[in-house]
T-cell receptor, first 113, second 115 residues
């Protein structure tokens, strides 16, 4: 059973460009979570999604950031007009419906030049 | 609302010595608690979890943790450190009761193993 998949593993963008990060949950998992890890800091919760629904986006910056988890395909975290402060590692986690344990992917390391 | 405090951003122990990583939490509802380990440039791997069953929880790689409600603690221990234990360790909390909420993490403890 494959784990949580994230791609790309590394992403370089120039200021003002868009970044798209993808996450495929573990087979059978219908809940997806996104977290951001800034240098020298712990992980911060960003958003929690189920298929076609955003359940909790209390950790998402109000502007430029959006997330979706369509009926088919991976979950996408989209960052528009990236700035240097967006440089971080972005982790996706998934859990099954009714489950209380989140399983993490390897992360996408975003570098904004 | 929940919060986690991990005492000591860096902990250094000798190989073969006891490992103790401290975690204190704050939660307005009964919590679920987790320890994750992160190796350099990798994702997080679940070590163990407390979900209101036994208060002493055993995990992978010889680690265990004890939930102490009176002390609001969930410290991680291992009797004998191994070089391969060198990594970043994160304690996390979420609201218990089976709900699926985002995790609140501590800032992490970097475990250094001295030969």
């Amino acid at each position: 059973n494959a784990g949580v998949m994230q791609n790309p593993r590394h992403l370089v963008r120039r200021r003002g460009q868009e970044a798209r990060l993808r996450c495929s949950p573990m087979k059978g998992h219908s809940h997806v979570y996104w977290y951001r890890q800034l240098p020298e800091e712990g992980l911060k919760f960003m958003v929690y999604l189920q298929k076609e629904n955003i359940i909790d986006e209390s950790g998402m910056p109000k502007e430029r950031f959006s997330a979706e988890f369509p009926k088919e395909g991976p979950s996408i975290l989209r960052i528009q007009q990236v700035v240097r402060g967006d440089s971080a590692a972005y982790f996706c986690a998934s859990s099954p419906a009714g489950g209380n344990t989140q399983y993490f992917g390897p992360g996408t390391r975003l570098t904004v030049l | 609302a929940q919060s986690v405090t991990q005492l000591g951003s860096h902990v250094s122990v000798s190989e073969g010595a006891l490992v103790l990583l401290r975690c204190n939490y704050s939660s307005s509802v009964p919590p679920y608690l987790f320890w994750y380990v992160q190796y350099p440039n990798q994702g997080l791997q679940l070590l163990l979890k407390y979900t209101s069953a036994a208060t002493l929880v055993k995990g992978i790689n010889g680690f265990e943790a004890e939930f102490k409600k009176s002390e609001t603690s969930f410290h991680l221990t291992k009797p004998s450190a191994h070089m391969s234990d060198a990594a970043e360790y994160f304690c996390a909390v979420t609201a218990g009761g089976g709900g699926a909420d985002g995790l609140t993490f501590g800032k992490g403890t970097h475990l250094i193993i001295q030969p």
